[in-house]
């Protein structure tokens, strides 16, 4: 069979982070926050499930993320990309571009939730314009793609907030959202605990919207600030754990070096 042969007997794609979901977690993953796509291709080659192209915190244009997901394609990783906002034009742009696994900040209601799976789904069921040829179909090549695309897709949506928290059982149970994640950073901030992801009140009140999400059936997700509660993280049954960074290994694997040589240095000079 030729090769144009063999991708019309295709069956039609499932999306990747599903399928490693449904096969047991949990699932660690890797924030990327450097974009640059060496550094991405390296990360997915360490061994972690996924990995998250961060577009609301680090420079990432809709180019850049279509790029760092080529990248990814060719290692056993799974790419999530993280949007600016939930926007229904970021959404549809992204979509477009061939990113079926999509991770959306600050979504603090099952409105807010329910408008973001509008924009991720075709009419009748919702709004998604629709193109005649984007890569999100293989440039038209994946058959029925516009009736079937949410086959494809993956909806994960951040619990960031106290008010966000209050209602994580009602944006967990949103038809259409495949997973919650919970941020450490905005809910310690809109805990009066700025600064402080680690603090034991946020990290309690994050395991207990693991305990009143679960009965929604939805994938629950979390970022996790250090090791010790990444493990604790893991232990305690969440389905896929951020626990670590580009950024911060680079950060802290620079500042470690710095600091060995600078006193092999000084004594060297005999000022050690």
Not at 220 to 228: E, F, S
Request: glycine share 10%.
């Amino acid at each position: 069979m030729s090769v144009a042969g063999a991708l019309e007997s295709d069956a039609f794609p499932a999306n990747p982070f599903r399928n490693a979901l449904s096969r047991g977690g949990p699932l660690i993953g890797v924030w990327s926050m450097l974009n640059s796509v060496d550094a991405t291709e390296a990360l997915c080659w360490a061994g972690y499930d996924w990995i998250l192209i961060d577009g609301e915190h680090a420079p990432v244009s809709l180019h850049d993320a279509m790029t760092h997901c080529r990248t990814v394609a060719g290692t056993p990783t799974i790419p999530i990309v993280r949007l600016l906002w939930n926007d229904p034009l970021l959404l549809k742009s992204h979509l477009d571009a061939g990113i079926g696994t999509i991770m959306l900040p600050y979504v603090q209601s099952a409105d807010e939730a329910r408008q973001a799976v509008k924009a991720m789904r075709y009419p009748p069921r919702g709004a998604r314009g629709i193109a005649a040829m984007h890569r999100g179909s293989r440039y038209s090549r994946i058959k029925d793609y516009a009736k079937r695309a949410d086959e494809t897709l993956f909806l994960i949506v951040q619990i960031e907030t106290k008010e966000a928290l209050d209602n994580c059982e009602a944006i967990a149970a949103v038809d259409g959202v495949d997973a919650v994640f919970f941020g450490p950073g905005d809910l310690a901030a809109s805990m009066g605990l700025t600064g402080q992801a680690s603090h034991p009140d946020v990290t309690a009140a994050i395991e207990e919207g693991l305990r009143r999400c679960r009965p929604s059936g939805k994938a629950v997700g979390v970022l996790a600030p250090n090791d010790a509660i990444a493990e604790r993280h893991i232990r305690s049954g969440f389905d896929f754990v951020s626990v670590a960074n580009d950024l911060g290994m680079l950060v802290q694997r620079a500042d470690q070096a710095a600091a060995h040589f600078r006193e092999i240095v000084a004594g060297a000079n005999g000022r050690g």
